[in-house]
Antibody
């Protein structure tokens, strides 16, 4: 059973950089192709941030692309999120998840999620 | 850009009733890339339906998904107490690459 665990500072100052790590256990990060970050502001809906292939290829939400970097560390079986120049609008619960691509029927979905990490942007 | 619009925003029903949730895309989409998630307070979303109509592992058969083109539906045939939650639709394949609807809250009447 794959498990994901987010970790990182819960408080970031405005204009700073938000950094989170998602540790993958119960399987190799290379055994699944793509991994993703999603965020959820308090009381609001889900927003896709970006995704990374275990080879390092990334795709980002155009609305965040200029500020986002997602990277993978296969030796530590984890992937990370950095979001720069944060403001109060970036306050949210940040989730990491596995993207399961079923190449038999071409379906794709998020089947394993971390429990979420609340990051507050405040001075 | 693709926009997914869920309706209603809130659905007030009693246990045992049937729930019908709608998700509409602003242009025709591929059903194989459409999914539904359930989220309870303080928890991560949980996959319910993928490929528009396939139930995920362990999901009870009271949950069913249907639709094609621009209109998709999640139906809960008989609401159980644990089904009161927020439900999100999701689509892959446009800009942004993954899009979520704004959610429908199913609350106890």
């Amino acid at each position: 059973q794959v498990q994901l665990q987010e970790s990182g500072p819960g408080l970031v100052k405005p204009s700073g950089t938000l950094s989170l790590t998602c540790a993958v256990s119960g399987g190799s990060i290379s055994s699944s192709d793509w991994w993703t970050w999603v965020r959820q502001p308090p009381g609001k809906g889900l927003e896709w941030i970006g995704e990374i292939h275990h080879s390092g290829t990334t795709n980002y939400n155009p609305s965040l692309r200029s500020r986002v970097t997602i990277s993978v560390d296969k030796s530590k079986n984890q992937f990370s999120l950095k979001l720069s120049s944060v403001t109060a609008a970036d306050t949210a619960v940040y989730y990491c998840a596995r993207i399961n691509w079923n190449y038999y029927d071409s379906t794709g979905y998020y089947d394993y999620w971390g429990q979420g990490s609340l990051v507050t942007v405040s001075s | 850009d693709i926009v997914l619009t869920q309706s209603p925003g809130t659905l007030s029903l009693s246990p045992g009733e049937r729930a019908t949730l709608s998700c509409r895309a602003n242009h025709s989409v591929a059903t194989i890339y459409f999914a539904w998630y359930q989220q309870k307070p303080g928890q991560a979303p949980r996959l319910l339906i993928y490929g528009a109509s396939s139930r995920a592992t362990g999901i009870p058969d009271r949950f069913s998904g249907s639709g094609s083109g621009t209109d998709f539906t999640l139906t809960i045939s008989r609401l159980e107490p644990e089904d009161f939650a927020v439900y999100y639709c999701q689509l892959y394949g446009s800009s942004p690459l993954w899009t979520f609807g704004q959610g429908t809250k199913v609350e106890i009447k």
